[in-house]
């Protein structure tokens, strides 16, 4: 049981429709937060494939099932180096076409997750929406909860993830030089409304038109930021979480005068009109 992790954040830039060069800067950063100490490394959407897709076709192309080539070889560094790691990629499942992230560890591939909420930009326009509900995995001594891009725009998703016990809730995403409130925001508000760690991991470099902004950041469950990539430069952050801090949802700020509890003091009754549809 591990009281506290180590979180490594690659901010990288991914070269489109390469999966040999992309995979080999993954491989690269794995070993390179390995030398840190790192127990999680993390790296952005779509980060083995590319994302500016302008057709179905081109996307299944690059598209691996899952489990597939890419996630069998970094398991294998995951055993090596004894951590864990989480990316995205393409996943191709008969003729659908997902945009998905893995989490593998020491003991192969643990979870998968596929994009629920898809916006009208790059692959998303020709991806299957996702079939399957948040979830949080339990590792040794850490529940995590993973989700992708757009998905930080919805707040049910995180709260989802909170509810069901997640410590450390995981954004990996292309947020693109239009996207500058979301990465300035969402990591902190995220964190502070569920009382969670909060890691969004941003790519860098340009692809298909678009500027993708970096600004990763790993928040803490009080919303302050503990790091950030301040630019749009490849880099890696670190920071140290413990898991038993977001599992204190109780805050006493002032004892006896100004505590709080932002999970057990929700009124759900009221919320209902949350989970109707048109």
Known sequence: MRHRWKVAAVQMNVHFADKVRNLQRLRQAIREAAQEHAHLVIFPECSLTGYVFEEKAAALEVAEPI???STVELSLLCRENG???IYGLLERDQDHLYNSCV??????L???YRKIHLPFIGVDRFATAGDRPFAVQELPGLR???HICYDGSFPESARVMALLGADLIVLVTNWPHTAACSAQCIPMCRAMEN???FAAVNRVGEEGGFRFLGWSR????TGETLAIAEHDQETIL???IEPRLARQKHRILVPGKHEINRIADRRPHFYTLITQTN
């Open 238 to 240: 670190y920071a140290e």
């Open 195 to 197: 009382h969670v760690y």
């Open 218 to 221: 790993i928040a803490a469950p």
């Open 83 to 85: 951590l864990y790691v």
């Open 110 to 112: 643990l979870a998968s």
């Open 67 to 69: 489990p597939g080539p």
């Open 103 to 108: 989490l593998l560890g020491p003991e192969g």
């Open 144 to 146: 995590l909860g993973m």
